[in-house]
Nanobody, 121 residues
Framework: QVQLVESGGGLVESGGSLRLSCAASGSIFSINYMGWYRQAPGKQRELVAA???????NYADSVKGRFTISRDNAKNTVALQMNSLKPEDTAVYYC???????????????WGKGTLVTVSS
């Protein structure tokens, strides 16, 4: 099986920074896609940033220039550096990965349990 462990959420003042990390472990052959999503109260879950195995990135317009996604393929980790945080960034942030299992070579998607980011004004 596969486990995703997220860390780095917390409370920060507007303009501050936080770094989220997500580590994938288990029966992993390869990871194709790693991304961060967020869900604010009363809103739908939305893509924040994503990165492919080749390093191509994609960002939501609302975070471009402020957030940076990166990954370590050797460690199966993905990070989200969040700078110039705003109150509207307050949400539960979820790690998402698309990977290939080592035993079946099937592609599967997994979600982390989420980590809360709160930005005070």
């Amino acid at each position: 099986q596969v486990q995703l462990v997220e860390s780095g959420g917390g409370l920060v003042e507007s303009g501050g920074s936080l770094r989220l990390s997500c580590a994938a472990s288990g029966s992993i052959f390869s990871i194709n896609y790693m991304g961060w999503y967020r869900q604010a109260p009363g809103k739908q879950r939305e893509l924040v940033a994503a990165i492919t195995s080749g390093g191509s990135t994609n960002y939501a317009d609302s975070v471009k220039g402020r957030f940076t996604i990166s990954r370590d393929n050797a460690k199966n980790t993905v990070a989200l550096q969040m700078n110039s945080l705003k109150p509207e960034d307050t949400a539960v942030y979820y790690c998402n990965v698309d990977l290939v299992l080592v035993d079946t070579y099937r592609g599967m998607g997994y979600w982390g349990k989420g980590t809360l980011v709160t930005v005070s004004s």
